[in-house]
């Protein structure tokens, strides 16, 4: 089993930055890739981002719109998000997860961005 933490939510204006983390502890050998997750009030788990933990390749959803990067620091089981011109429609509590899906994921960090 994975444990996952996430750090570096907050309140943001838009147009705004944040950089989330995630530690991983556990049994972390068995996974090959990490995902963002994120959930906005009322609505159901959305796929952001994913990096393969070897390589460091990055997939993004297509909302990302070159916004995001999705980096890791396999020396510290960390991967973090960093995120740029931030809009409303980013605010959603966000998660690392294990899966594409959010299945296996952590307790998140919220993310609000407003005026």
């Known amino acids: 089993q994975v444990q996952l933490v996430e750090s570096g939510g907050g309140l943001v204006q838009p147009g705004g930055s944040l950089q989330l983390s995630c530690e991983a502890s556990?049994?972390?050998?068995?996974?090959?890739?990490m995902y963002w997750v994120r959930q906005a009030p009322g609505r159901g788990l959305e796929w952001v981002s994913g990096?393969?933990?070897?390589?460091?390749?990055?997939i993004h959803a297509n909302f990302v719109k070159g916004r995001f990067s999705i980096s890791r620091d396999n020396s510290k089981n960390t991967i973090y998000l960093q995120m740029n011109y931030l809009e409303s429609e980013d605010s959603a509590m966000y998660y690392c997860?294990?899966?594409?899906?959010?299945?296996?994921r952590g307790k998140g960090t919220l993310v609000t961005v407003s005026s």
């Open positions: 997860a294990t899966d594409q899906q959010g299945t296996n």
């Open positions: 556990g049994s972390t050998e068995s996974n090959s890739w």
């Open positions: 990096i393969h933990l070897q390589s460091g390749f990055p």
